[in-house]
């Protein structure tokens, strides 16, 4: 089944340690995405990657890092996480870029305190 | 479920009516537009787009509108049905080549279908 798997789907941390959400997709995409959602705000671009070790900041990538090594695998990282970061975070994949149909994770809400 | 928007405009329709939702697009050189379906708990779910040579497609169910002169956007459902309810993104994307370009989503509006 095609698919973008994110992990974990919830998480409650304390400010400053460090954490990373994984996700994975199994459709050789090569443009995966990070976005934020946040009431009233919508979905917000955090990072993308247009292909293996190609990385460029979305719109609020302040706080965040990214990595893409392998194609399907594209794991966001928050060095010293703060409250303000407490949000649901998507993962999403597409097979070129961002003008063609994405697949979303399911979703990872994150609780900083 | 989730809570995507605690303040979404939301648009209320009888079963079996159509629905009409709009969106207005601020960027005039955006030439690719998505509209997005997401039910409480789960992601985003694809529903159909629109390059910008286009004025109008259809779906099953559904049909996307672009006025390019107004930079306005509509989704429209025939014959709602209960699993129509759930908020509605529409995004548009600046640039048609090259791809990698940031995916700019508006902020969604809430459809309830009532029985």
């Known amino acids: 089944e095609a698919q973008v798997t994110q992990n974990p789907r919830y998480l409650i941390t304390v400010t400053g340690k460090k954490l990373t959400v994984t996700c994975s997709q199994n459709m050789n995409h090569e443009y995966m995405s990070w976005y934020r959602q946040d009431p009233g705000l919508g979905l917000r671009q955090i990072y993308y990657s247009m292909n293996v070790e190609v990385t460029d900041k979305g719109d609020v990538p302040e706080g965040y890092k990214v990595s893409r090594k392998e194609k399907r695998n594209f794991p966001l990282i928050l060095e010293s996480p703060s409250p303000n970061q407490t949000s649901l975070y998507f993962c999403?994949?597409?097979?070129?870029?961002?003008?063609?149909?994405?697949?979303f994770g399911q979703g990872t809400r994150l609780t900083v305190v | 479920g989730e809570s995507v928007g605690l303040h979404l405009p939301t648009l209320s329709v009888q079963e079996g009516d159509n629905s009409i939702i709009n969106c207005a697009y601020s960027?005039?050189?955006?030439?690719?537009f998505i509209w997005y379906k997401q039910e409480s708990g789960k992601g985003p779910q694809f529903i159909i787009d629109?390059?910008?040579?286009?004025d109008k497609r259809q779906g099953q169910r559904v049909t996307v509108l672009l006025n390019k002169t107004v930079k306005h956007l509509s989704l429209q459902i025939a014959a709602t049905q209960p699993g129509d309810s759930a908020v509605y993104f529409c995004a548009e994307n600046p640039q048609l080549t090259g791809g990698g370009n940031k995916l700019t989503f508006g902020t969604g509006t809430q459809l309830k279908v009532e029985l």
């Open positions: 960027n005039s050189a955006s030439d690719y």
């Open positions: 999403a994949s597409s097979l070129f870029g961002s003008n063609t149909e994405a697949f």
């Open positions: 629109i390059r910008s040579n286009m």
